[in-house]
């Protein structure tokens, strides 16, 4: 498997592209206004509650926070948050108080104690060894630091690693102790480059290339993800928003042999995280699978399961009882169309 991530500009702004064996598998733009990305941390100031939707607005120096968790919080109060994900059109900001202070390596979880090794980590020596080097990089430290030590802490020696702990250990308490003010922004969320070179280094890419979409054919990947249909052998699926939902129709084409519908239906389930991801395209997911026996739901809940598995923040809610399949996905970022327009 050769994994190339390429750092490159579209229309002007900075854009990352990580390709596995020649497929594009993620895709990074940073957007054309001064919208705050998500992982930007905020001091915010409680604003009114919204009664019936159990949050409450937040005022931050670009507008307004959505905010969920409200227990003891009055209006006028000075609060830390971070945005969770992009705003949709004339919506406020998604917001949270569960701060994470993430790096390459290190993850910092104010308010929850602990450490926490990825479980994709299985070798106990490096366990037992990351163990010890987070315990010494976190010495002294507030007890109420957590951390968490990602998975491309397998291939990064000490020094980087303990390096990435005292980084994120002293710049969350720098910013928890900021607390008094008007709303400001007190850290910026990852653009395209420092996204790649954060959340793309397991494993550790092969190659790293300052531009290079245009050689490696990235243009036309993103061309394609530009239109709803999504070839699949001799069937296809349409991807296509509406206001309300994501509606994906799987067809069989020009394919009549035996086992047509679950074959075709297999390649789509093995195929949309990838291509949700890529479009950013998220919230209610309806599914309109080719049509097939009942008796083949199950091999195909085994493939929808195994497929989202690695994706986060994703609820399977399984069959309507006209026959079709409904799935929510959170919105992480904005629309790629929306991106590029």
């Not at 968790?69 to 109060?77: E, H, K, V």
């Not at 979409?213 to 509406?242: C, K, S």
Request: hydrophobic share 45%.
């Amino acid at each position: 498997m050769t994994r190339t991530v390429l750092l490159d500009t579209l229309k002007d702004r900075p854009a990352a592209a990580l390709v596995v064996d020649g497929q594009l598998q993620d895709l990074a733009i940073d957007p054309i206004t001064d919208a705050p990305l998500p992982g930007a941390i905020y001091r915010a100031v409680a604003d009114r509650p919204m009664k019936g939707q159990g949050g409450l607005f937040v005022k931050l120096p670009e507008g307004s926070g959505f905010l969920r968790q409200t227990a003891g919080i009055a209006p006028g109060q000075r609060l830390l948050v971070q945005i969770t994900g992009p705003a949709e059109a004339g919506k406020a900001y998604p917001v949270t108080t569960r701060l994470l202070f993430k790096s390459r390596y290190a993850i910092v979880t104010p308010d929850a104690p602990g450490l926490n090794i990825s479980r994709r980590l299985k070798d106990e020596a490096l366990r037992d060894q990351l163990e010890s080097l987070a315990k010494a990089a976190m010495q002294g430290a507030d007890e109420t630091l957590g951390l968490i030590l990602r998975s491309a802490c397998a291939g990064a020696n000490d020094d980087e690693i303990a390096e990435d702990i005292i980084a994120m250990r002293e710049l969350a308490q720098a910013v928890l102790a900021d607390v008094q003010g008007n709303a400001e922004l007190l850290v910026e969320g990852a653009g395209a480059h420092e996204t790649a070179w954060r959340d793309w280094a397991d494993p550790e890419p092969d190659e790293v290339i300052e531009g290079g979409f245009a050689d490696h054919d990235v243009l036309e990947m993103i061309d394609a993800l530009l239109t709803p249909r999504v070839g699949l052998g001799q069937g296809h699926m349409m991807i296509e928003p509406t206001r309300a939902l994501l509606a994906v129709d799987v067809n069989t084409g020009n394919d009549t042999s035996p086992g047509a519908a679950l074959k075709v239906n297999i390649a789509a389930a093995r195929e949309l995280p990838r291509q949700l991801r890529l479009r950013g395209l998220g919230g209610q997911v309806v599914i309109d699978f080719a049509p097939m026996p009942k008796k083949d739901r199950a091999i195909l809940d085994q493939v929808i399961r195994a497929a989202f598995k690695t994706e986060s923040e994703v609820n399977l809610a399984g069959w309507t009882t006209l026959g079709l399949y409904e799935m929510t996905r959170k919105r992480d970022r904005l629309p790629l169309a929306e991106l590029l327009a």
